[in-house]
């Protein structure tokens, strides 16, 4: 399955969102994963899609490893747990998020 914005992929794959799991599209960016999840607030939200804002920065545990990254310049795996979020993209996910 694909999407002219998104990386091919063929399947969903699992991840947690500040609590909330998730299926969101297999080799794409956090960040692209955000869009699928909220597309029409993401691409009007102030990231730079290059990682010289930080405004995408999040706190990530990936095998049992807590790290720092942006969403996007982060690929995703399945079994990732977001668990902190900055500012920007806790405001263009409130909608999703909330509902």
Known sequence: MTDDIYEPYERLVTVRYLGREVRVPQKNLLLRC???????EIPYGDFCWNGDCHHCALTLMRDGVQLEALACQTAVRE???IVEAGPEVRRALVGWSEG
């Open 79 to 81: 079994g990732d747990e």
């Open 34 to 40: 955000f869009q699928f999840l909220e597309p029409m």
